[in-house]
């Protein structure tokens, strides 16, 4: 189903707002999207989240010709939401890294990192699909907090912890 521009902008609004909220960066971080021309971006990149050390504000800059080619599916495009928003979890390591290395070592570190993120972007999606819990709406992020109300949770740096007690065996 072909969506108009417009459509495919709010679509990437919702994903940013609802894996945001998920995640706990949105009440950390002010993030905005930008539509980019593809010159702006590396090579063949969908998205590239920015953000000055010490402050809590980024911008992904979102490759615009994604809203009118075919080159990309849903999927795709949620991956790199997720995997934009991943860099801010790690954001004081980014800022860190940026301070203290520099040339090959901090080329190789940015390569190593961008690795993990795209696995732990990868890994939160497929998490969320094998319980049939796609975002609609902000409701399962409702439902998160119903059962968080409910259960033992630990909440650190935006990532939540389920605390498990009277394990079998142990």
Same mark, same amino acid.
């Given at each position: ?111 190593? *990192?961008? @690795?993990?993120?795209?696995?732990? /972007?990868?890994?939160? $999606? ?5 319980? &049939?819990? #796609? ?5 399962? *992020?409702? @439902?998160?907090?119903?059962?968080? /109300?409910?259960?033992? $949770? ?5 990532? &939540?912890? #389920? ?8």
């Amino acid at each position: 189903m072909k969506r108009s521009q417009e459509e495919t902008k709010l679509l990437i609004q919702s994903w940013l707002e609802d894996w945001g909220t998920f995640l706990g960066i949105l009440n950390q971080w002010t993030v905005t999207i930008e539509f980019v021309s593809a010159k702006k971006l590396q090579k063949d990149s969908v998205a590239e989240i920015d953000w000055p050390p010490n402050y809590r504000k980024a911008i992904i800059h979102f490759n615009k010709s994604c809203l009118s080619q075919h080159w990309h599916t849903d999927e795709e495009l949620e991956q790199s939401i997720v995997h934009e928003l991943c860099h801010l979890l790690f954001a004081d390591l980014w800022d860190t890294a940026r301070k203290y290395l520099d040339g090959p070592i901090f080329d190789e570190f940015k390569n190593e *990192i961008e @690795k993990a993120i795209d696995i732990q /972007a990868i890994i939160l $999606i497929r998490m969320r699909d094998a319980g &049939q819990n #796609k975002f609609k709406s902000n409701s399962s *992020i409702r @439902k998160s907090k119903k059962l968080a /109300a409910k259960k033992e $949770i630990i909440s650190t740096n935006g990532i &939540q912890i #389920k605390l498990i007690e009277n394990l079998p065996g142990v």
